[in-house]
């Protein structure tokens, strides 16, 4: 909204017209990806959009790009369904966007992949996860080694992700009372009750048994002892863009440092890592699929949906990580 308003000013909705919007995503169409410098992000959207074509000409070396043609059109749609709303609320007579179209040729859409089993080494082996100096305790990127762990989202979330196939939406965001136990003693996520991105994501994911070896329930006890209500604390539970928001942009910083510069791997990598040794494991496909969240592919693995919790625990064990390295602490 604040860059709609940069461009088309802050007028009553009834009198937006299709010269605004054309105006308007013609700018969207130059508007800089991801990447693109903090400095630039607190301008307004003309102001913005010169800085970084400006920027561009002096720094050829540099790939700065535009939002990717998908990104252009997700915030036509957008914008499109807002004001579709305002109609059918009789806020507005007309929707100005009704009847235009929009094609952007924008940066082409980079195709994620996961990690490879030597990038799941070499990230697990650094000090981030086997101890860093202990004068970066209070730096971002834990690079040299040294004695100091410190078991926060920045050490844990990369580990579920990579065990459980979640999204970081979902484990970023859960409460330390969401890790659950049967009575027979197996650990579980419950995000039954959570408001997620499809319905399907609604669902019980068992504790992956590596998690108890490498003192993921001792870190839960801790929290629970300390009264906290987040299984992350250390995340900003009060921003509008959601906890994991920050920790995605500090992860694609590390990830940088450490010579993990593909752009076709993000921390969402991890899921798909899930996925496919998941796909190669004997764990049937629509178990996977209940255990990840995704819809199933045919209709008719819909009907009777879900398993018992003991079921997809077992299987979930099935999917192991063997270029995993042993962490400092563990158990075996």
């Not at 991801?34 to 301008?43: E, I």
């Not at 050490?155 to 330390?176: C, D, K, N, Q, V």
């Not at 009264?227 to 921003?239: A, R, V």
Request: with cysteine; proline share 6%.
């Amino acid at each position: 909204m604040r860059r709609l308003v940069e461009v088309i000013g802050d007028k009553p909705a009834n009198y937006v017209n299709k010269a605004d919007i054309e105006e308007f995503m013609t700018l969207v169409a130059r508007f800089p990806g991801r990447k693109r410098p903090n400095r630039l992000n607190a301008l307004p959207m003309r102001e913005l959009i010169a800085a970084f074509e400006l920027e561009k000409l002096k720094r050829p070396d540099v790939e700065w790009k535009t939002l990717t043609a998908s990104t252009a059109g997700e915030w036509f749609a957008a914008y499109h369904r807002m004001f579709r709303y305002a109609v059918l609320m009789e806020l507005i007579p007309l929707n100005p966007f009704d009847g235009l179209k929009f094609t952007a040729k924008g940066a082409a859409s980079v195709k994620r992949r996961g990690y490879t089993d030597a990038e799941i080494t070499a990230i697990f082996a650094s000090p981030a996860f086997q101890g860093f100096s202990t004068q970066e305790r209070t730096q971002r990127l834990r690079s040299k080694a040294g004695p100091v762990i410190v078991k926060d989202a920045k050490y844990w979330l990369p580990i579920l992700s990579l065990f459980h196939g979640a999204r970081l939406t979902e484990l970023a965001a859960m409460r330390s009372a969401d890790l659950k136990v049967t009575e027979s003693g197996l650990h579980f996520f419950d995000l039954t009750q959570r408001e997620l991105k499809t319905e399907t994501s609604k669902r019980l994911i068992p504790l992956h048994p590596h998690m108890n070896e490498i003192g993921f329930l001792d870190y839960v006890a801790g929290l629970r002892a300390g009264g906290e209500e987040w299984l992350f604390p250390d995340l900003d539970h009060t921003s509008k863009l959601g906890p994991g928001h920050e920790f995605s942009k500090w992860w694609g910083e590390w990830c940088d440092k450490q010579g993990l510069d593909d752009p076709s791997i993000t921390h969402h990598s991890w899921r798909h890592t899930w996925k496919r040794r998941a796909r190669a494991s004997d764990v049937k496909e629509e178990i996977h699929d209940i255990i990840s969240g995704h819809k199933p592919v045919t209709i008719g693995r819909g009907y009777g949906a879900g398993a018992e919790i003991e079921d997809l625990a077992r299987e979930m064990a099935l999917i192991t990580f063997p270029a995993f390295p042993t962490l400092p602490g563990q158990t075996t």
